[in-house]
């Protein structure tokens, strides 16, 4: 299939707790994309990540692209009740003849005020 | 400026009804894309076009589903004849380049009763 598995699937916060979701590829990636998709809503790009071991921050969201270009993570520092919504990295397999771009499964993020 | 348009936004038609989504994308992106959302599946990738030629098919499930883009400005998916496990929400999404973000429309959730 297409997918990509991202971890956790479901995470319940705090608000003001940290949270963070894992997007695992088990082959070299191209980039990387985020996007943030919230409830009834469509998605929207947050960032791309192209070279190995970059690291980028929007605020209080860090992103970072794997040594190895196989996985990458999104992290929020004290989450507030705006952030709620799926989280989707999206990749591009190197050497890909195409460009598909393909979504992982989301991680839905709830934030309890 | 407008962004991705589609129509309908809802669609509910009965079993071995014809279904024709529509898609208007940002004007200049040469990458258009039809995506499907389900809670099983996730966000899968059906077809993409790259200046109005499609490019790679390999997601459409289907001979039930077709999509066309006769200009750089319209696209179609068709599914010819529904069938209840169709049901889900259909995203056309539209990029500048090959390697950019993708920008959504709000989706046109189709019900098949």
């Known amino acids: 299939g297409q997918q990509v598995m991202q971890i956790p699937q479901y995470q319940h916060v705090q608000e003001g707790e940290d949270f963070t979701t894992y997007c695992n590829s088990s082959?070299?990636?191209?980039?990387i994309q985020w996007y943030k998709q919230r409830p009834g809503g469509h998605p929207v790009f947050l960032i791309q990540?192209?070279?190995?071991?970059e690291v980028k921050k929007q605020k209080r969201l860090t992103f970072q692209f794997g040594e190895a270009k196989k996985n990458s993570s999104l992290h929020i520092t004290a989450t507030q009740t705006t952030d709620v919504g799926t989280y989707f990295c999206?990749?591009?397999?190197?050497?890909?003849?195409?460009?598909?771009?393909?979504f992982g499964t989301g991680t839905l993020l709830a934030v309890q005020p | 400026d407008a962004g991705v348009i589609q129509s309908p936004r809802h669609e509910v038609t009965e079993m071995g009804q014809e279904v024709t989504l529509r898609c208007k994308p940002i004007?200049?992106?040469?990458?258009l894309f039809w995506y499907r959302q389900t809670m099983m599946r996730g966000l899968e990738l059906l077809i993409y076009?790259?200046?109005?030629?499609?490019?790679?098919d390999s997601g459409m499930p289907e001979d039930r589903f077709s999509a066309k883009m006769p200009n750089a400005s319209f696209s179609t998916l068709k599914i010819q004849p529904s069938e209840p496990r169709d049901s889900a929400v259909y995203f056309c999404?539209?990029?500048?380049?090959?390697?950019?973000?993708?920008?959504f429309g709000e989706g046109s959730r189709l019900t098949v009763l």
């Open positions: 990540l192209v070279k190995s071991g």
């Open positions: 999206a990749l591009r397999r190197h050497g890909g003849a195409t460009n598909k771009l393909i």
């Open positions: 076009f790259n200046n109005n030629v499609p490019i790679d």
């Open positions: 004007s200049g992106h040469d990458y």
């Open positions: 999404a539209s990029s500048l380049s090959q390697t950019g973000e993708l920008f």
């Open positions: 082959t070299t990636l191209s980039n």
